[in-house]
């Protein structure tokens, strides 16, 4: 596979130590890392949708900004490392043998790859789950302060907001995959979630807008104790309002904790101890979190068919913890008392 600029890793590029014959096939999440005498560990990350080389290179720019940030978390001298990616990708889309090129800093490719993959740094450490105290959670909100510190950096704006490809104005843009060739789910959709929806999409003009990581969540940070120790995994990087990356990381604390608000709200509090929020993205946080459960519900939705007979489905587990989410934030006056589930 070539194109301007590309060169097969087997020859001289900028994934030096790396030949064509150590590039395993495609697998996805949590897989063994490959190592070789002498060589940094790695992983090979793959992603399930069609992705563009402008869209990496944003995510590879994003891990070398964070990197030379150097952040640190409750007072500890250690850093964070956050993973970092080879400007190598590789698609199946040849056939079974899986194509491996590199690109170049100055890549404007806008080709898109179907199947991709590439290669991530190894970050060690551990995830935590739904056991995650309330000390790992204060720290786990610094620590997203502290990415969308950088939201606005120069090099990641240069890149972004050339290129209208690469933002995202509005949340049913964002879920156009799910919608656009499945009209069925979103005609079962509550009206009251649309009305959720429909308020996310109007905010969009009146918040802040940068290169954030749009799935950062508890699972992309790993853990030594209490600690964190690690980001991993934001290659799905858009330019967007920084909100609709917090939606996601409330929604999966939300859904990891069976539910409970309490540690939403520390959370919260502990976020904007490290980021001030605008009025406009004070108001409407809980917006967005609620915007994201529902695009969870929504993709849940596209598998539930797959669900074992008499095993609940992941779409009726989510749109349990949804009405359960409406009445936490309701009670606490944090959405408009119309909104009802």
Known sequence: MRGPNFANI????????????????????????????????????AFPDSITFKQLRLAYELSKVLNTANIQIDGAEERIAVQSYLPTITSNRTGDQNA??????????????????????FIPGARLGSDISPTATSRLAELHAKVHGHFRD????????????????DTQGYMDRFTRQTPEILRQMPETWKDILRVTDAAFQRLPQGVVPTSFWMGDVM????????????????YTSPLLCLGMSLW?????????????????ATYQQHRELSPYEQQ????????RAIMCWQGAKLVEPLTAPGEKSAAKGDEERIIKLFADLRERRLIPLWAKP
């Open 10 to 45: 087997g020859e001289k590029s900028d994934a030096k130590c790396y030949t064509q014959e150590a590039v395993p096939t495609p697998l996805y999440d949590d897989t063994p890392e490959t190592e070789a005498a002498n060589w940094e560990r790695f992983v090979l990350k």
């Open 100 to 121: 491996v090129v590199a690109w170049h800093e100055n890549e404007t490719e806008t080709e898109t790859v179907s199947n991709p993959a590439i290669l991530a740094r």
């Open 154 to 169: 120069p090099a990641l704006l240069r890149l972004a907001e050339v290129d209208d490809s690469l933002k995202i104005m």
């Open 223 to 238: 853990f030594k104790g209490e600690r964190p120790s690690g980001l991993v995994d934001i290659n799905e990087t858009e």
């Open 252 to 268: 999966g604390l939300y859904a990891a904790k069976g539910g409970d608000i309490e540690p939403i709200m520390q959370y919260m």
């Open 284 to 291: 409407l946080w809980p917006h967005f979190m609620l915007a």
